[in-house]
């Protein structure tokens, strides 16, 4: 089995050495990211100008344009065998509900949902600690990957479909790996506002204190499982 990852939070991010560590438990990887930071770019693509490739190890390449675009260089041109799956995170931070519309971890697998292959996005939610900080020990999602692995590769989504997983903030759950819970999408908005300071407004997102629809994607990670989410690439689809 082969694996194209990328994200959208570079090349260097924790959460994306992670998931090819785990990923090569089931099969070959390459790798495909952008060189920087494209969190929120949602399916921005590169369509007015080029887009430069520099391979920085062994199937691990690091490109200049945004996530979706390593999805298309990375199916069309920059993996050497045909891929199976592919592969998006682990994105530092949730991408539940309509956050799923503005995500670049989420476009890889669309994108790759649009050339006919198989997508799991995996993104790891976590509350920010009273003194502001936010913490991860990325060691914590090695057995969860495993898991959602384990169950998600012997069963591809239906076709024009994809794999949204959110994994639950380490403090909400006590076994290493918590309840798997197939959620729906929760259709609710953020919980936000804007700092004003004169003529200059500052988003601030509260992202805990957003609705839980019972039983949807939000409610399921917020209480400290693993939600799978069975999206469609496109509305309507």
């Given at each position: 089995m082969h694996f194209l990852l990328a994200n959208d939070d570079g090349i260097d991010a924790?959460?994306?050495?992670?998931?090819?560590?785990?990923?090569?438990?089931?099969?070959?990887?390459?790798?495909?990211?952008?060189?920087?930071?494209?969190?929120?770019?949602?399916?921005?693509?590169?369509?007015?100008?080029h887009v430069t490739v520099e391979e920085v190890g062994p199937r691990r390449f690091a490109i200049t344009g945004t996530p979706a675009d390593c999805t298309r260089l990375g199916l069309m041109h920059l993996a050497d065998e045909d891929v199976d799956w592919v592969l998006a995170g682990v994105n530092h931070g949730g991408n539940l509900g309509i956050d799923t519309a503005m995500s670049g971890t989420v476009a890889v697998v669309r994108e790759a949902s649009l050339f006919g292959?198989?997508?799991?996005?995996?993104?790891?939610?976590?509350?920010?600690?009273?003194?502001?900080?936010?913490?991860?020990?990325?060691?914590?999602?090695?057995?969860?990957?495993?898991?959602?692995?384990?169950?998600?590769?012997?069963?591809?989504?239906?076709?024009?479909?994809?794999?949204?997983?959110?994994?639950?903030?380490?403090?909400?759950?006590?076994?290493?790996v918590p309840e798997i819970v197939d959620a729906p999408l929760d259709l609710g908005p953020l919980a936000f506002d804007y700092h004003v300071d004169g003529d200059a407004y500052t988003f601030r997102g509260r992202y805990h204190e957003r609705g839980r629809t019972p039983g949807s994607d939000v409610d399921v990670c917020f209480s400290g499982r693993i939600a799978l989410t069975h999206l469609p690439a496109l509305v309507g689809g």
């Open positions: 924790p959460g994306l050495a992670m998931l090819a560590e785990v990923a090569a438990e089931f099969g070959d990887v390459t790798v495909v990211a952008p060189d920087r930071q494209f969190s929120g770019c949602g399916h921005q693509t590169t369509t007015d100008g292959k198989p997508g799991i996005a995996v993104s790891q939610y976590h509350r920010r600690r009273a003194d502001g900080s936010m913490p991860m020990d990325w060691e914590t999602v090695r057995p969860k990957l495993r898991a959602v692995f384990e169950r998600l590769l012997t069963s591809h989504p239906e076709p024009g479909h994809l794999w949204n997983v959110n994994l639950p903030d380490p403090g909400d759950h006590e076994p290493p």
